[in-house]
């Protein structure tokens, strides 16, 4: 086994998608404030947020695969740093969750796309019609088609989560769902039965393994693996 190495203009590569046969390698997709920072640095030639890999065995730059097309019906497309990661392959198609940069906001985003079509010419990518205000945590593909983990926060503080499959990326049911005093941040199917991992917003919180279990505190179920029987 040999191995070569590829030097980009970038900061790291942080997943890659399949698209058609084609293999693509995502880097961080700049907001405003990279964005002047590679400016001033004059790298903004340099820098792409996909790199396309060619049958010479190299990468090469696709500066028109921006956030914009990337991460289509978003308003923070391009006016956030984003990165591409859980990236899933379905039949010739990417399954992927793009997370922004959270900043100031309470709660962060990350929204789910397919991309079918990423050739120059024809792009074709699309946000994957689960609810609007839907974070989306983890996601998987099987025989059965595409399972998507997401959480919703609750008026009265609990987090609902949820798991949608589909096996065409447009249609989709419910197979899950349950509320918690936190979010699912990822989870896995063995068989008939769904296993959540916990997680928190706050790396700094108590976790269960470090508080009783009968309190009312926000990070008593943080860290809990949780079992669904699908059957």
């Known amino acids: 086994l040999t ?11 942080f997943d890659f998608l399949m698209v058609n046969g084609k293999l693509y390698a995502t880097d961080i997709f ?3 404030g990279m964005h002047k920072w590679l400016k001033e640095r004059q790298r903004t030639d340099l820098h792409s947020a996909v790199y396309e ?14 956030g914009a097309n990337m991460f289509p019906e ?4 391009n006016n ?5 990661e859980r990236s899933a392959q379905f039949i010739q198609s990417s399954i992927y969750v793009a997370a922004f940069s959270q ?14 079509q990423l050739e120059s010419d024809q792009v074709k990518v699309e946000r994957l019609a689960l609810p609007r205000d839907a974070i989306v945590w983890d996601l998987f593909v099987d025989e059965q088609g595409i399972w998507v983990l997401f959480s919703q926060l609750l008026p009265n503080g609990n ?3 949820q798991v949608w499959r589909s096996v065409d990326a447009k249609n989709w049911v419910s197979v899950a769902e349950f509320e918690n005093l936190t979010f699912a941040r990822s989870f896995a199917k063995i068989d008939q039965t769904l296993y959540f991992g916990m997680g928190s917003l706050n790396d700094k919180i108590i976790t269960s393994c470090q508080q009783n ?15 669904f029987n699908l059957s």
């Open 3 to 13: 191995w070569k190495v590829q030097l980009l203009a970038g900061w790291r590569i």
């Open 30 to 32: 700049a907001g405003p």
């Open 53 to 66: 890999y060619e049958n010479s065995g190299q990468f090469k730059r696709r500066p028109d695969l921006d």
């Open 74 to 77: 978003t308003k923070l497309a």
């Open 80 to 84: 956030r740093a984003a990165v591409i």
């Open 103 to 116: 900043n100031q906001d309470n709660l962060p985003t990350r929204v789910a796309y397919v991309a079918t």
């Open 159 to 161: 987090w609902l989560n």
């Open 213 to 227: 279990h009968d309190t009312k505190k926000p990070g008593q179920k943080v860290g809990d693996i949780l079992r």
